[in-house]
């Protein structure tokens, strides 16, 4: 590790190079309200539809059926977890599923079972794509962390499925109770994972950025604004990484940010600015630290990284350590180029709607009154958040045999709805809604899509999540059930004992009147889905 002073040295270096590119851009109060606008409706747009929730969830359960089918009902039968984005609840209609194949023990998978487990599902897996359920089966087991990539071809789900993945499930939680601190966060995230997907950045496969990379670097940007808006991750880890601990602390930081009344458009810039001028410091030793909420020097050894962005639950490692030297200039282009966008928006030199194209694509794009200063309390209310149960809707993208179902039963899906509406039958699909009701409530639409998201001044500021053992009743529905005691897996990091759930999926699925979206679905698993409450009344 370099000395303190090399750090302080070169922290005012780009301090002062910082104030000189800020200089440059107009961030004039008309300009900055315009992108503002624009930026939320992108949002918007990009967010997830209930289905979209139900699909991943649903997978989640189906891959359980498939694991009993290969290690039978017993104790000594894994569970399929899901984490990642659809776990941050950071995820969109472009965003792969992660899950973990977990056996119940307190030990560390060793590599040969992890390979060992894959094998299984691959050859079920490739019986099923033999039979037109799934699609581009492949087994990766030299990476680092050994994968089976499989899509579902009814949902167009791309699914990655790796064994005893604990540190990423761990991970995942303690992003999703961290985004309770600001709405922002959870905005950025969601706006610089779209903005990569759409310029094709973010896959570890391809030796880019993955998601859990992009998040870490909204979060050390909002750790570093002047004042800061997230608080270093030491302050929330300080007894590691327990999820109950961690979601307690964050209530305690819930007016942390409030100081801070940048848009999310004047943090979408400057974060650009940021990265940009960190490109040649990555070689010097640069490092991102959340756990610090600093920029610190590491001493790469013998492996120099492209990009090296701190592990917060286990500090020596670096979470962006597969992007490769001809893939950062691949990034840097692309963040120099956006960069130029929108500095080319901001002084007047490019249309709103043509910025929104280049940056995340054509898709992104709304006129819905972007701009307009009027009623901005009352749509700001609006603004969706991306938290279960009812996600905002956005255009999904939908696989053939989706399409064809919504065509086929339009009366059912009508009913569907207007049962969840209170206007429709009793009687849904062989559901009664009181039932419904009763059993999943937080089903109750509360979302209205905002007709303009225009921007000045918000009042970010902290969101209301529940504990830790029922947050994201829809989002866990299918791979944690609270009325199940869990039994804790502990495993070891540079911040001592981490902890995951390890819990029995399944829940009875209360959509499979509207239709099914997964050609996985179709498979025929008579002696698991007879009867759901066998997930329920396992003994651990």
């Avoid at 896959?203 to 950025?209: H, P, Q, V």
């Avoid at 921007?455 to 999540?465: D, E, F, K, L």
Wanted: proline share 5%; hydrophobic share 35%.
């Amino acid at each position: 590790m370099n000395s303190a002073s090399n750090v302080k040295d070169l922290l005012k270096e780009i301090e002062k190079l910082q104030a000189v590119e800020l200089a440059k851009i107009k961030f004039t109060p008309a300009c900055v309200t315009e992108l503002d606008g624009f930026l939320c409706n992108a949002y918007v747009r990009q967010c997830p539809k209930p289905i979209d929730y139900h699909s991943r969830r649903d997978l989640i359960r189906i891959f359980n059926v498939i694991a009993k089918e290969i290690y039978g009902n017993n104790d000594s039968s894994p569970v399929v977890e899901g984490y990642g984005s659809f776990v941050m609840d950071m995820f969109n209609q472009k965003s792969d599923l992660d899950m973990s194949i977990n056996f119940n023990h307190s030990i560390r998978v060793p590599r040969m079972k992890m390979i060992e487990t894959l094998r299984k599902f691959s050859k079920k897996l490739l019986k099923l794509q033999r039979s037109g359920h799934v699609t581009g089966v492949e087994t990766i087991l030299s990476a680092k962390v050994p994968i089976v990539k499989v899509t579902d071809r009814g949902t167009g789900v791309e699914c990655d499925l790796s064994v005893d993945n604990r540190d990423g499930i761990a991970k995942s939680h303690i992003i999703h109770a961290v985004t309770a601190i600001d709405e922002r966060f959870r905005m950025l995230s969601f706006l610089m994972k779209s903005w990569a997907q759409e310029h094709n950045i973010n896959s570890s496969k391809d030796r880019t950025l993955n998601s859990l990379s992009i998040v870490s670097l909204v979060a050390f940007h909002l750790q570093t604004c002047n004042p800061p808006i997230l608080p270093p991750f030491a302050a929330l880890l300080q007894e590691g990484a327990d999820l109950a601990y961690v979601t307690k602390v964050v209530q305690t930081y819930s007016n942390y940010g409030k100081k801070n009344q940048d848009s999310l458009a004047k943090l979408f810039v400057t974060l650009f600015v940021k990265l940009a001028l960190v490109e040649n410091y990555w070689q010097k030793g640069f490092c991102a630290s959340l756990y610090e909420g600093s920029w610190i020097l590491k001493s790469q050894g013998r492996r120099s990284y492209s990009i090296s962005i701190e592990d917060f639950t286990n500090r020596s490692e670096n979470v962006a350590r597969a992007v490769g030297i001809e893939e950062q200039k691949m990034i840097y282009t692309c963040i120099h180029n956006s960069l130029n966008q929108i500095k080319a928006f901001l002084n007047g030199q490019m249309q709103g709607i043509k910025l929104m194209g280049l940056l995340f694509g054509k898709h992104s794009v709304s006129t819905l009154s972007i701009g307009s200063t009027s009623n901005i309390n009352e749509n700001m209310q609006n603004l969706p958040i991306m938290q279960n149960p009812l996600p905002p809707p956005k255009k999904r993208r939908s696989g053939e045999r989706f399409e064809e179902s919504q065509t086929q039963q339009p009366s059912n899906r009508n009913n569907f709805v207007q049962g969840l509406q209170g206007t429709g039958p009793q009687h849904v699909g062989g559901v009664q809604r009181e039932t419904l009701f009763n059993t999943h409530t937080s089903f109750v639409p509360s979302y209205k899509p905002p007709t303009s998201i225009p921007s000045v001044n918000h009042s970010y500021g902290p969101r209301t999540i529940p504990s830790p053992y029922n947050m994201n009743p829809v989002a866990f529905e299918g791979s944690y059930n609270p009325s199940i005691q869990s039994h804790f897996v502990p495993s070891q990091s540079s911040l001592g004992s981490i902890g995951t759930s390890h819990q029995q999926a399944g829940a009875p699925n209360i959509f499979i009147a509207d239709q099914v979206h997964s050609q996985l679905a179709h498979v025929n698993h008579n002696q698991y889905r007879g009867d759901h409450t066998f997930y329920n009344h396992r003994n651990h």
